[in-house]
């Protein structure tokens, strides 16, 4: 349940265009929690806003997002560690940037009601829409009561710096990098390998027929057909019945609306289900210009999304979608893709920039 401490109203020191400081008072949301903790002559106009946490070192598990998450709890609410508010957020951040939504949520809270914190209702309005995304039950409430978020995502949503270090992938010798497919004067994949290892052998557990069809047909698509089957094995685990809670169907788990945009008439059939699934594939990775970690994170939580964060969106299931498939493709990258099948991203200058600096 939502965290409401008694409180009254104040008035938001940021507005956005007074629609959302309206809904926070409406709803409670925005009211600012007296705070006996404050130090002597500290007012809530004058709270700390806190740093952003330094870049991880090597790969985070979720295990490590988890400690954050309840390390942060305790740092809030002064349970088993010294009250720090500052802290507290710190650590609900770093949780953040790797898609814990409780964390995303409780930083959210914080920022709204500046529990010893400076309040920015802008980043928890991105927060909350975070979260909700990821299906947290009081985040949606908030996020349909605040609308949508305004400007650029915050720090701790974007993509953790080094992200996505692949899972395993032991040392082979290497194979030259394959050729980006592009037009005159268009700038190739982003992010190209010098190198790449060998692709593995299909998946455990694919049918060779399936195998067979997909090394058939992936090429007609400009799609390495070792990808193809990653993300099938990923998406159904080879299932031609599946369905998931939100009606995405088959092999290639095809949502309706990915399948009437790719002329997919009947989802049921394997072979409509893994075209569709290949010229959806054969889309993102000319949009998004090769780069197979936005590929990948589009294919499971749409395009949209990918844009909105500059990056793979801060959802646990998404992040580990991407590194998981990755993995599973020895840590390849980039892919070859066919630049006369729609204008890339604009975010994708956005991204280079952060990237460069």
Same mark, same amino acid.
């Given at each position: 349940?939502?965290?409401?401490?008694?409180?009254?109203?104040?008035?938001? $020191?940021?507005?956005?265009?007074?629609?959302? *400081?309206?809904?926070?008072?409406?709803?409670?949301?925005?009211?600012?929690?007296?705070?006996?903790?404050?130090?002597?002559?500290?007012?809530?106009?004058?709270?700390?806003?806190?740093?952003?946490?330094?870049?991880?070192?090597?790969?985070?598990?979720?295990?490590?997002?988890?400690?954050?998450?309840?390390?942060?709890?305790?740092?809030?609410?002064?349970?088993?560690?010294?009250?720090?508010?500052?802290?507290?957020?710190?650590?609900?951040?770093?949780?953040?940037?790797?898609?814990?939504?409780?964390?995303? +949520?409780? %930083?959210?809270?914080?920022?709204?009601?500046?529990?010893?914190?400076?309040?920015?209702?802008?980043?928890? *309005?991105?927060?909350?829409?975070?979260?909700?995304?990821?299906?947290?039950?009081?985040?949606?409430?908030?996020?349909?009561?605040?609308?949508?978020?305004?400007?650029?995502?915050?720090?701790?949503?974007?993509?953790?710096?080094?992200?996505?270090?692949?899972?395993?992938?032991?040392?082979?010798?290497?194979?030259?990098?394959?050729?980006?497919?592009?037009?005159?004067?268009?700038?190739?994949?982003? !992010?190209?390998?010098?190198?790449?290892?060998?692709?593995?052998?299909?998946?455990?557990?694919?049918?060779?027929?399936?195998?067979? !069809?997909?090394?058939?047909?992936?090429?007609?698509?400009? %799609?390495?057909?070792?990808?193809?089957?990653?993300?099938?094995?990923?998406?159904?685990?080879?299932?031609?019945?599946? %369905?998931?809670?939100?009606? *995405?169907?088959?092999?290639?788990?095809?949502?309706?609306?990915?399948?009437?945009?790719?002329?997919?008439?009947?989802?049921?059939?394997?072979?409509?289900?893994?075209?569709?699934?290949?010229?959806?594939?054969?889309?993102?990775?000319? +949009?998004?210009?090769?780069?197979?970690?936005?590929?990948?994170?589009?294919?499971?939580?749409?395009?949209?999304?990918?844009? $909105?964060?500059?990056?793979?969106?801060? +959802?646990?299931?998404?992040?580990? +979608?991407?590194?998981?498939?990755?993995?599973?493709?020895?840590?390849?990258?980039?892919?070859?893709?066919?630049? &006369?099948?729609?204008?890339?991203?604009?975010?994708?200058?956005?991204?280079?920039?952060?990237? &460069?600096?």
């Amino acid at each position: 349940m939502p965290r409401r401490p008694n409180c009254r109203p104040r008035r938001l $020191r940021r507005l956005l265009g007074g629609t959302l *400081a309206a809904a926070l008072l409406a709803t409670g949301a925005a009211a600012q929690p007296a705070d006996p903790a404050l130090p002597p002559g500290l007012s809530l106009e004058s709270l700390p806003r806190p740093t952003m946490p330094p870049a991880e070192k090597g790969p985070v598990v979720p295990a490590q997002v988890e400690r954050w998450r309840q390390e942060a709890h305790a740092h809030e609410y002064g349970e088993g560690a010294e009250r720090d508010p500052v802290r507290a957020a710190q650590l609900y951040c770093r949780a953040a940037r790797y898609g814990d939504a409780e964390a995303q +949520y409780s %930083l959210a809270w914080m920022l709204t009601n500046a529990r010893g914190i400076e309040r920015d209702d802008a980043q928890a *309005a991105h927060l909350f829409a975070a979260a909700a995304e990821q299906g947290h039950p009081q985040a949606q409430a908030m996020a349909q009561r605040l609308g949508t978020p305004l400007g650029a995502p915050p720090p701790c949503l974007r993509p953790p710096d080094g992200d996505l270090v692949p899972l395993a992938a032991a040392p082979q010798t290497p194979r030259p990098s394959t050729v980006v497919i592009t037009r005159p004067g268009v700038r190739p994949a982003p !992010f190209p390998e010098p190198a790449r290892l060998p692709p593995p052998p299909p998946p455990p557990g694919a049918p060779p027929q399936i195998v067979r !069809f997909v090394e058939l047909v992936a090429p007609q698509y400009k %799609l390495e057909p070792h990808v193809v089957l990653a993300v099938m094995k990923q998406e159904s685990n080879f299932d031609p019945g599946a %369905l998931s809670p939100k009606n *995405a169907q088959g092999l290639m788990q095809l949502i309706p609306d990915t399948a009437r945009r790719f002329n997919v008439r009947n989802a049921a059939d394997p072979a409509q289900n893994i075209r569709g699934g290949m010229a959806y594939l054969r889309w993102l990775l000319a +949009y998004f210009e090769g780069d197979l970690a936005l590929a990948l994170a589009a294919y499971n939580a749409g395009e949209g999304a990918v844009d $909105r964060y500059r990056g793979v969106p801060p +959802y646990a299931e998404t992040r580990l +979608y991407v590194r998981k498939i990755i993995a599973n493709l020895n840590g390849q990258r980039s892919h070859p893709f066919d630049a &006369s099948v729609t204008p890339p991203s604009e975010m994708l200058g956005l991204l280079r920039a952060l990237r &460069s600096n």
